[in-house]
């Protein structure tokens, strides 16, 4: 909203500082954060009064009880507020005629409702954990699909894939980049989902991918940022920053209430639509396979899981203690503020291996 008032800009000179996507990013990022302070103790209290509490019990892994004791009957659900409040940003600090904002916004709201669905099913059915991984599965490739066809028939975005550290060499996937982008989907929104698990672990990580993803969509939304570092240029891209700096404001915000020991758990109405919304953000600015890099914490707790399953059905046994990765280190004594700490170190690690090859190449 407040973009278009530089329009009045030959009227009101001053009014020419909504043109620039760094005011506006910056904006965004405070919009969210205050957002999320002021308003999260009435979700928070509200939360409480309709009883939607975590039920911390572990059946799967009775093992892990002694840590979750503490966190019987915390409140839920509260990416509400966190996927609420960047809405709120998204609609008064951005271009809404982008295309590409455009795109990312209705990804965010898609799998916020997905995974209010999948709560209120966990919360509301006794003995279920959710919507089954099916239909979850089944709602996340369509909308890969979508988003990859999207891709597939724009012009000014191409289905080829920039290999990092490698500037000469460029995959093109073709058709067969839609289920690739359906994989990504999949893959950035139930790597977040796992990894929430302990307080502020998740957000903390997605604060530090998103802080990453703004930087990268700020280069390549400018022409010469993206021809001196030699990356696709994609005209309108910029207007992701916004929207990356929404997602740190909020996290931010979250973080404040969320972290140990948490007044409020986001929930997979929070962790699936941030997750999903990073992994389109990447697609569309043309940083498909670094988000491997930058969201490495994310791929370590997905691949504990993986390895697990398989290493269970193939031979019986057991990789970690426990997976996801986190819990493995709970059981092995590490204290959870240690491990929410580490895992934030690497955070940063892999966010700065990713910033490197835009020059390493």
């Given at each position: 909203?407040?973009?278009?008032?530089?329009?009045?800009?030959?009227?009101?000179?001053?009014?020419?500082?909504?043109?620039?996507?760094?005011?506006?990013?910056?904006?965004?990022?405070?919009?969210?954060?205050?957002?999320?302070?002021?308003?999260?103790?009435?979700?928070?209290?509200?939360?409480?009064?309709?009883?939607?509490?975590?039920?911390?019990?572990?059946?799967?892994?009775?093992d892990l009880d002694q840590f979750q004791t503490s966190?019987?009957?915390?409140?839920?659900?509260?990416?509400?507020?966190?996927?609420?409040?960047?809405?709120?940003?998204?609609?008064?600090?951005?271009?809404?005629?982008?295309?590409?904002?455009?795109?990312?916004?209705?990804?965010?709201?898609?799998?916020?409702?997905?995974?209010?669905?999948?709560?209120?099913?966990?919360?509301?059915?006794?003995?279920?954990?959710?919507?089954?991984?099916?239909?979850?599965?089944?709602?996340?490739?369509?909308?890969?699909?979508?988003?990859?066809?999207?891709?597939?028939?724009?012009?000014?975005?191409s289905t080829k894939l920039d290999v990092p550290f490698?500037?000469?060499?460029?995959?093109?996937?073709?058709?067969?980049?839609?289920?690739?982008?359906?994989?990504?989907?999949?893959?950035?929104?139930?790597?977040?989902?796992?990894?929430?698990?302990?307080?502020?672990?998740?957000?903390?990580?997605?604060?530090?991918?998103?802080?990453?993803?703004?930087?990268?969509?700020?280069?390549?939304?400018?022409?010469?940022?993206?021809?001196?570092?030699?990356?696709?240029?994609?005209?309108?891209?910029?207007?992701?920053?916004?929207?990356?700096?929404?997602?740190?404001?909020?996290?931010?915000?979250?973080?404040?209430?969320?972290?140990?020991?948490?007044?409020?758990?986001?929930?997979?109405?929070?962790?699936?639509?941030?997750?999903?919304?990073?992994?389109?953000?990447?697609?569309?600015?043309?940083?498909?396979?670094?988000?491997?890099?930058?969201?490495?914490?994310?791929?370590?707790?997905?691949?504990?899981?993986?390895?697990?399953?398989?290493?269970?059905?193939?031979?019986?046994?057991?990789?970690?203690?426990?997976?996801?990765?986190?819990?493995?280190?709970?059981?092995?004594?590490?204290?959870?503020?240690?491990?929410?700490?580490?895992?934030?170190?690497?955070?940063?690690?892999?966010?700065?291996?990713?910033?490197?090859?835009?020059?390493?190449?």
């Amino acid at each position: 909203m407040f973009y278009y008032l530089s329009e009045l800009r030959d009227v009101f000179s001053f009014l020419n500082i909504f043109r620039y996507i760094t005011f506006r990013a910056g904006m965004a990022a405070v919009t969210t954060f205050f957002l999320c302070v002021l308003f999260a103790p009435f979700f928070i209290n509200k939360l409480k009064s309709m009883k939607v509490r975590e039920v911390a019990k572990r059946e799967d892994c009775p093992d892990l009880d002694q840590f979750q004791t503490s966190k019987e009957g915390t409140p839920t659900m509260g990416g509400v507020f966190i996927i609420g409040s960047i809405l709120i940003a998204i609609a008064l600090w951005t271009d809404l005629s982008n295309q590409y904002v455009l795109l990312t916004a209705g990804t965010m709201l898609f799998l916020a409702l997905l995974g209010w669905v999948d709560d209120y099913v966990k919360l509301t059915r006794v003995g279920q954990r959710g919507l089954t991984k099916k239909t979850k599965l089944l709602w996340e490739v369509l909308l890969g699909c979508f988003i990859g066809s999207y891709v597939f028939f724009n012009p000014e975005i191409s289905t080829k894939l920039d290999v990092p550290f490698l500037k000469s060499l460029v995959v093109d996937l073709g058709i067969f980049y839609l289920p690739f982008v359906a994989l990504i989907i999949i893959g950035s929104s139930n790597a977040v989902n796992l990894t929430d698990g302990l307080d502020g672990l998740a957000i903390g990580c997605v604060l530090i991918v998103s802080l990453t993803l703004a930087v990268l969509s700020y280069l390549t939304g400018n022409f010469n940022f993206s021809e001196y570092l030699l990356i696709p240029f994609i005209p309108g891209a910029g207007e992701l920053t916004i929207i990356c700096a929404a997602i740190i404001g909020a996290s931010l915000g979250f973080l404040w209430y969320n972290c140990h020991p948490a007044s409020v758990f986001m929930g997979d109405v929070g962790s699936l639509s941030l997750g999903g919304t990073m992994g389109v953000i990447a697609v569309l600015i043309k940083k498909e396979l670094l988000l491997v890099v930058m969201g490495g914490v994310f791929v370590m707790e997905a691949m504990s899981v993986i390895l697990q399953v398989f290493s269970v059905k193939t031979r019986g046994k057991r990789i970690f203690k426990v997976s996801p990765l986190h819990h493995h280190f709970q059981l092995s004594g590490w204290d959870e503020s240690k491990i929410i700490i580490r895992f934030w170190i690497l955070a940063i690690i892999f966010a700065l291996i990713t910033l490197t090859t835009l020059k390493i190449r």
